[in-house]
């Protein structure tokens, strides 16, 4: 079955409330999640607990600043790095305003850990402040945290809903490429490397059927950081270094 026939299954399953889908079959998924304890003991500790929060207006020009909100996991949140500015947050931020040539007000209330189950109350938070663009990045948790693909896709999808339904423009950066992971080793990593993508894959359609644009992070970076780990990833190995 080829990965868009895996992920229209999944996005299928998600609007009708569907369980499981078996990405790997059970045997590889009982082997994905007998190695995970094993991964884990080869990934370090990130270097800070927290991620720094670049939270504040970021550009030089004038104008009314555009409201930008950022929401995820870790990987939105910046964890792996040692200052806002090389946060994904602020770095995106800066590069809108300099587009726009209007200051961008970041809004960060990405959590590190969390899942696409973990979306709504961030959306609470955001709402508030009338977000004129959000960015999503989600995905490697759910993966991680063994959550069903289906129900991973749904709560991604209702998110977009929520957002788009109050005026924001959303994008999400889709699942990325755990194969990518050097402590991971085979045959873990193809499993995980398979799954992640079929992920993204699923969470593109969702996105893109719910109003919202993503972003296909696994391949476009997913080949650079096989290839340079050493300098995308941060000392934990896992999470992306300022570089990365």
């Not at 995970?36 to 550009?59: C, F, I, M, N």
Request: aromatic share 4%; hydrophobic share 45%; charged share 20%.
């Amino acid at each position: 079955m080829s990965r868009a026939s895996r992920a229209r299954r999944i996005v299928t399953a998600a609007a009708y409330g569907g369980g499981s889908i078996g990405l790997a079959g059970a045997a590889l998924a009982g082997l994905l999640f007998g190695e995970v304890k094993l991964a884990r003991r080869w990934v370090g500790a990130p270097e800070h607990a927290t991620a720094p929060d670049g939270s504040t207006v970021w550009g030089q020009r004038g104008g009314k600043p555009i409201v930008f909100a950022m929401l995820g996991d870790s990987s939105a949140a910046g964890l792996g790095v040692q200052k806002p500015i090389e946060t994904p947050g602020v770095l995106v931020a800066a590069g809108l305003s300099e587009i726009a040539e209007r200051p961008v007000r970041l809004i960060n209330v990405a959590v590190v850990g969390a899942t696409s189950a973990e979306l709504d109350p961030q959306i609470n938070q955001v709402l508030a402040e009338r977000p004129d663009v959000a960015l999503i990045m989600i995905g490697a948790n759910d993966v991680t945290h063994r959550m069903r693909p289906a129900q991973s896709v749904r709560h991604l999808s209702e998110a977009v809903h929520r957002l788009q339904e109050a005026g924001t423009e959303v994008v999400v950066g889709t699942c990325p490429d755990l194969g990518s992971v050097k402590p991971i080793v085979a045959p873990l990593r193809w499993i995980a490397r398979a799954w992640s993508r079929n992920l993204a894959a699923a969470q593109t359609i969702a996105t893109v059927e719910a109003g919202g644009r993503t972003v296909a992070l696994a391949d476009i970076l997913g080949p650079e950081f096989a290839a340079r780990p050493r300098e995308m990833f941060s000392a934990d190995r896992f999470h992306p270094s300022a570089e990365g």
